[in-house]
């Protein structure tokens, strides 16, 4: 199995600053990564597939880079709404894996 | 817009069977389109795949190799709808269990054009207890 690892698993940040999250996978997965979002209670939601691809209605403020076994995951100008736990999943081979999460807390 | 219903017990007694039902809306569980997966979640474990079926002129299933001997993911086309049965459960079979939708998505690179399995739709999730 292809395991992912985050970092880190929680940051503090204020509304408005910039938080990059990390996430290594044991072997090259090329582009075939998604971010999702998930807040207490809720099911997560799909932010961006292939590494970089925005998924509709997410906002412009979340990016996604990396490729081969090294991705981030940047939230520009965080706003009250994005504080929340974050899981990358490799998106490519069975079984499909996902990363420890990390939680963005408000400082 | 798709949506995904979940339904089922959340009170399991240990070495019996869990059994979970996704109703869709918004699509077809026979679509040559998607994969309809199931997922659970626990502290202890984290974000699992526990298995996906889909539809390719024939029904197909995968099953992450962790519950295969316990698990069935088995369409419903009269009602359409899916469904989870996993067998002999203990207590650490206790999760949250979602029902996911992967669109059919193809990458290409280098010229190879492979499958992308990003989950672009969620069920509302089920928390299941198992005990006695």
């Known amino acids: 199995d292809i395991q992912m690892t985050q970092s880190p698993s929680s940051v503090s940040a204020s509304v408005g600053e910039r938080v990059t999250i990390t996430c290594r996978a044991s072997q090259g997965i090329s582009t075939w990564l998604a971010w999702y979002q998930q807040k207490p209670g809720k099911a997560p939601k799909l932010l961006i597939y292939?590494?970089?691809s925005l998924q509709s209605g997410v906002p412009s403020r979340f990016r996604g880079r990396g490729s081969g076994t090294d991705f981030t995951l940047t939230i520009n100008s965080l706003q009250p709404e994005d504080f929340a736990t974050y899981y990358c999943?490799?998106?490519?081979?069975?079984?499909?894996?996902f990363g420890g999460g990390t939680k963005v807390e408000i400082k | 817009q798709v949506q995904l219903q979940q339904s089922g017990p959340g009170l399991v007694k240990p070495s019996q069977t869990l059994s979970l039902t996704c109703a869709i809306s918004?699509?077809?569980?026979?679509?040559?389109?998607?994969?309809w997966n199931w997922i659970r979640q626990s502290p202890s474990r984290g974000l699992e795949w526990l298995g996906r079926?889909?539809?390719?002129?024939?029904?197909?299933?995968d099953y992450a190799l962790s519950v295969k001997s316990r698990i069935r993911i088995n369409p419903d086309t009269s009602k359409n709808q899916f469904s989870l049965q996993l067998n002999s459960v203990t207590p650490e079979d206790t999760a949250v269990y979602y029902c996911?939708?992967?669109?059919?998505?193809?990458?290409?690179?280098?010229?190879?054009?492979?499958?992308?399995?990003?989950?672009?739709?969620w069920g509302q999730g089920t928390m299941v207890t198992v005990s006695s």
């Open positions: 918004g699509d077809n569980v026979s679509s040559n389109s998607a994969a």
């Open positions: 996911a939708l992967t669109p059919r998505q193809w990458l290409v690179l280098g010229g190879v054009a492979e499958e992308l399995y990003a989950f672009n739709m």
């Open positions: 999943q490799q998106a490519n081979r069975f079984p499909l894996t």
């Open positions: 292939a590494a970089s």
């Open positions: 079926t889909y539809h390719r002129s024939e029904w197909h299933s």
